[in-house]
Structures are given as C-alpha cells and as structure tokens.
C-alpha cells in the first residue's frame, strides 16, 4: 500500500536556525513528488516537484532533494513568515486516475 | 501563473440547506479537478477526482447523491454540498491540474469553510 510519512510532526525554531522536514515514502513506481506550504485557513501553495532520485531543486530558503525512500525540505536561515504547514505528497507512476497521496504534514513555528 | 480560484470562501447555513462550492482555473485550463476535505490538523482526503466532460470518479466512503460535482468546462467545477447537515461542517478544498502533462502539479484554491447550524 502506497504511503507517505512526514516527521517531525511539529517543529518549533529560533529565527536563522536552520533544519530539514523529513518525507519518507512507499510507492510501486514514483511519478512525481510534491511539497506545499498551507497557512492556516488557505489552500496549500505549491513550491516543488522532483521527478527521480538526486534531484535537488530550491527557492529563497528553501530547498527540496529526493532519494529512492525519502525527500527533505532544507530550511536555511528560517524567517517567522516561512511559520507554516509543509505537506508533501507523491504520485504513482502507473495511476489509472491523477490522484496524489497526501502525508499529514509538518507544523513549522519560526520564533523572532 | 496557475491560479485556483474558489467561491465562497465561507459558508454559514440551516440544516437542509444545499450549498454549491465553485472551482475555477483562472490563467491555464483543467481537464482534471479535485475536492478535499480538511479537518482541524488533519492532512487533506480526497473525496472525488473530476474530469471535464465526464462523471466524477469518488473515493470510497464518499456518497455521490450528496456530493454532487459538475465539470462542465476546462476551467469550472463545482461541488454541491446536498441537504447538509452539521456533519457536513468542515473545510472543502478544490485543486486543478493543467491539462498539459499528468506530471503537473495540482494547483489549490483557497478552500470553502462550510457550518452547518
């Protein structure tokens, strides 16, 4: 059964504290994994997509990698703006329908 | 680029009361739409994948007579919540992917609070 586990759950930092949020996943076949960022009471907004293994890909203090197993959302120097929940989500190669599985996401508290 | 739009954004209602959610690709066409259901710290469920032109395809446990999901154009769907009741309170959120490659990303509207008094 394909899935897909964040940990931690929720992590609180000091401003400038960098860190990673940690995605494993079991999946027959990876056609794509995903990262979004949710603020309370939005929709998630999407930041990246990696397709295979030892793909890196990065935006302002962000960056994504991807390994057969697992993929880390890098946060360098961390601001209190980026204070989000970050979900990550994969696609099956062999779909017969486009849904995407969904981990429960992890809660970042950035403190001034 | 790739905007979600979704309408309303909060909907307080009656008991009975049937309540329709619009979904709309702003700037790229959608021949994929979804809509999830998002409970308080929870992750998003997927209740239902919609297709332009065709029926929508449900996710098990979701009822189809009361969730009703139209997609009539590339770029519009909509979600009718059917004689809700408190039950039905939660936040519904819609997504949609362009119809340029399956590998798209689904791209998110900014969700529908529904309370059902």
């Known amino acids: 059964e394909d899935q897909v586990t964040q940990s931690p759950e929720a992590l609180r930092l000091q401003e400038g504290e960098s860190s990673s949020l940690n995605c494993s996943y079991t999946?027959?076949?990876?056609?794509?994994l995903f990262w979004y960022r949710q603020d309370p009471g939005k929709g998630p907004e999407f930041l990246f997509t990696l397709y295979s293994a030892g793909e890196e890909k990065e935006k302002e203090r962000l960056k994504a990698t991807l390994t057969k197993k697992e993929s880390f959302l890098h946060i360098t120097a961390p601001k209190p703006e980026d204070s989000a929940t970050y979900l990550c989500?994969?696609?099956?190669?062999?779909?017969?329908?486009?849904?995407?599985?969904f981990g429960k996401g992890t809660r970042l508290h950035i403190l001034p | 680029g790739a905007v979600v739009s979704q309408h309303p954004s909060r909907v307080i209602c009656k008991s009975g009361t049937s309540v329709k959610i619009e979904c709309r690709s702003l700037d790229f066409q959608a021949t994929t739409m979804f809509w999830y259901r998002q409970f308080p710290k929870q992750s998003l469920m997927l209740m239902a994948t919609?297709?332009?032109?065709?029926?929508?395809?449900?996710e098990q446990g979701v009822e189809k007579d009361k969730f009703l999901i139209n997609h009539a154009s590339l770029t519009l769907s909509t979600l009718t919540v059917t004689s809700a009741h408190p039950e039905d309170s939660s936040f519904y959120i819609c997504?949609?992917?362009?119809?340029?490659?399956?590998?798209?990303?689904?791209?998110f509207g900014d969700g529908t609070r529904l309370s059902i008094l």
């Open positions: 997504s949609a992917r362009d119809k340029t490659g399956v590998s798209q990303p689904q791209h």
């Open positions: 919609s297709n332009e032109g065709s029926k929508a395809t449900y």
């Open positions: 999946v027959s076949g990876l056609r794509g």
């Open positions: 989500a994969v696609q099956r190669l062999m779909n017969r329908d486009d849904k995407i599985i």
